[in-house]
């Protein structure tokens, strides 16, 4: 949690608008989920992975790694901004 306490307080000191933010999030919430299908198609359907053995297995298992620091960390930071947002609204 202090990693997205940082991470707040360094772009609230760049004065990066929240448009801007939320872009980026979904940005890499994208990414993270391509790298995770990715990661999917290369251990289940490609033959060269299957071909490669154990580094094959190590390749797909990276890409569905990062593939997930790119997208649960960004959902829940998201999440956050934009119940702030709706709670700022209704007040």
Not at 16 to 32: H, N, Y
Not at 37 to 55: C, E, P, Q
């Amino acid at each position: 949690m202090s990693d997205l306490k940082l991470l707040n307080r360094k772009l609230l000191d760049s004065k990066v608008s929240d448009s801007k933010l939320i872009t980026l999030l979904k940005v890499c919430i994208s990414i993270g989920l391509c790298l995770i299908l990715l990661g999917i198609y290369l251990h289940n359907f490609n033959d060269t992975i299957h071909a490669m053995g154990v580094s094959g297995i190590i390749i797909s298992a990276v890409c569905v790694a990062f593939g997930m620091v790119l997208s649960l960390p960004t959902k829940m930071y998201l999440t956050f901004v934009l119940v702030k947002r709706e709670s700022e609204q209704q007040q």
